[in-house]
């Protein structure tokens, strides 16, 4: 069975960090490729950050500067470590896994940035 859990979402203040991760099932791992998008509603869902074989990173401009991305394979878990976060920041996280064989979503971990 395929698994991809997010987790570590919450309630935080303007200028907190949170640390988000995904953790994702053996049955899928290793991952060619992970990524973390964001979704507020009534907006598309985009991407924050993707990792590319464990290493290779690349950020959208949204939080560029503000996030990193990282995987620990022995864990199988991929993070997103924010800083910095502003109430813009707001919004639904998802990780997508992604294998030769298509790509898989996380149910998502809602983060709320409030004062």
């Known amino acids: 069975q395929v698994q991809v859990v997010e987790s570590g979402g919450g309630l935080v203040q303007p200028g907190d960090s949170l640390r988000l991760s995904c953790t994702v099932s053996?049955?899928?791992?290793?991952?060619?490729?992970a990524g973390w998008y964001r979704q507020t509603p009534g907006k598309q869902r985009e991407l924050v950050a993707r990792?590319?074989?464990?290493?290779?990173?690349d950020y959208s401009d949204s939080m560029k500067g503000r996030v990193t991305i990282s995987q620990d394979s022995a864990k199988r878990t991929v993070y997103l470590q924010m800083n910095s976060l502003k109430p813009e920041d707001t919004a639904t996280y998802y990780c997508q896994a992604a294998i030769r064989g298509g790509n898989y979503w996380g149910q998502g971990t809602q983060v709320t940035v409030s004062s």
């Open positions: 990792i590319y074989g464990g290493r290779t990173t």
């Open positions: 053996a049955s899928i791992y290793p991952l060619t490729a």
